[in-house]
């Protein structure tokens, strides 16, 4: 009874606000928005000026449906307060080439980010930010109730918050499992990583306590008819990239966050040049450059950490990093690359590797998650790419690729190209969206 009233009480509050703030918010687009009623989608992306794979497909999914529901409105709700809109959008044409309607596009702008930075839950990371993610949901209703409320993010834990309260529908696009039986082994076998705090690696009973709350996580969301769409990739404009006359360079495409492991990446490298030092200078050397979005004050820190792991690795005259590069540049490097480098382990996806292997560029992967279910798998029994683990594998790697003849990197190059081009173009992306979405916007609005 007392839980009854509580949600009771809690959609009074939202209910005598929602439509003067709906009606605020639509007036800023355009007049007399009230007469001229419209569908207004809610996306649930709090980092949504960050610049990654998971912002890529966002504002992917957002001019699709400007394309194909022009008098639908799109709200975001963002924790980026202190970015305008014309910046955000500009930074969406830079990084990755898309260019968005800015009359049926608002940014709701919330307070509480806070509240799901990864910093702020040492231990018990995830459970933390899905908490957080509760209060920081509740700031984004009472802010604006939309008629469907779409998470690109994953805050799961906002569905049931927005099912009870509102009226609104709810969709979602999960980058992946909340927690993939890889996760569940590692945290079941008390290893440590980037969402497992040793204590709790080392603890039985606080990793039992996590191993319940993921499976039951998972269990009680999964409670629908969900389809499976590969993220898009500008496979387009990627492969219009000559494949001819690469040079020894290794690209890294991702964000400049811990899990994305670029320490990895500099271990390989020093692994690699110290047991062929005929690649470290002179015309065959080869040259890492690191290409991600820096997001705040820790991930500029995590920059300056990695250019000091350079020096004492002595490998900083082998490495080039490009922070926050439009996309522009990151052409520029993709036409010269001849490898991507990617050392996250069990990564969702991984979509700076479909974009190597669109731009002819030969990936090197981590050899688990999507990258080695979906990504770099064989196309027509041929070889698209390679996997590796640790720096002695990607060491490997590395020189097996630099010393191939060009007729076998041209194969691999091929192969991998095509392979990205069939699977996750963004038209298949597209068709796939628009499928998934036409049966929930037909309902709620005749077009």
């Not at 001019?63 to 910046?87: M, S």
């Not at 039992?208 to 993921?214: A, C, G, N, V």
């Not at 040259?287 to 900083?316: F, H, M, P, Y």
């Not at 076998?408 to 963004?426: D, G, P």
């Amino acid at each position: 009874a007392l839980s009854y009233y509580g949600i009771t009480v809690l959609k009074r509050i939202l209910a005598r606000n929602a439509k003067v703030n709906r009606k605020t918010i639509l007036s800023t687009l355009r007049p007399n928005a009230e007469e001229n009623p419209v569908l207004l989608i809610g996306f649930f992306h709090p980092y949504c000026n960050s610049g990654g794979g998971g912002e890529r497909v966002l504002w992917t999914i957002i001019r699709i449906i400007q394309e194909a529901y022009p008098y639908v409105v799109c709200a975001i709700y963002t924790g980026d307060t202190d970015v305008k809109k014309e910046g955000i959008l500009q930074k969406v044409e830079a990084r990755f080439n898309i260019v968005l309607n800015q009359d049926t596009l608002t940014f709701v702008h919330l307070k509480k980010r806070n509240l799901v930075e990864d910093r702020r839950y040492p231990r018990f990371t995830l459970l933390g930010q899905s908490l957080g993610s509760v209060f920081l949901g509740w700031e984004a209703l009472t802010t604006l109730v939309p008629d469907i409320f779409f998470d690109t993010m994953g805050y799961a834990f906002t569905y049931p918050l927005v099912k009870y309260l509102t009226n609104c529908k709810v969709a979602a696009y999960v980058h992946y499992p909340t927690i993939s039986s890889d996760m569940l082994n590692k945290v079941h076998e008390r290893r440590t990583g980037f969402n497992n705090d040793e204590a709790i690696a080392n603890s039985s009973l606080y990793s039992d306590l996590k191993l319940i709350w993921t499976k039951g996580h998972i269990d009680e969301l999964w409670g629908t008819d969900s389809k499976v769409v590969f993220p898009p990739c500008d496979t387009t404009a990627f492969s219009r990239l000559s494949i001819e006359g690469r040079a020894n360079i290794i690209v890294s495409v991702a964000q400049f966050r811990p899990e994305k492991d670029h320490q990895l990446q500099l271990k390989a490298l020093q692994k690699f040049l110290q047991k062929y030092a005929e690649f470290r200078t002179g015309p065959a050397a080869v040259t890492l450059v690191l290409i991600g979005s820096s997001r705040n004050e820790s991930d500029e820190l995590r920059v300056k950490q990695l250019k000091e792991q350079c020096k004492n690795l002595n490998i900083e005259h082998n490495v080039i990093f490009e922070t926050n590069a439009p996309f522009a540049k990151l052409i520029d490097w993709m036409a010269k690359a001849k490898v991507g480098i990617h050392t996250m382990w069990n990564e969702h996806f991984g979509i700076g590797i479909v974009e190597y292997m669109a731009g002819g560029v030969i990936p090197l992967a981590h050899n688990s998650g999507g990258p080695k279910m979906d990504i770099v798998v064989s196309y027509k029994g041929d070889k698209t790419g390679f996997l590796a683990s640790d720096d002695e594998s990607y060491a490997s790697a590395l020189h097996t690729i630099f010393t191939m003849s060009d007729l076998q990197q041209r194969n691999i190059q091929i192969n991998a190209r095509q392979l990205a081009m069939e699977k996750f173009s963004e038209k298949v992306f597209k068709d796939s969206i628009l499928d998934v979405l036409k049966s929930i916007l037909s309902e709620s609005q005749d077009f």
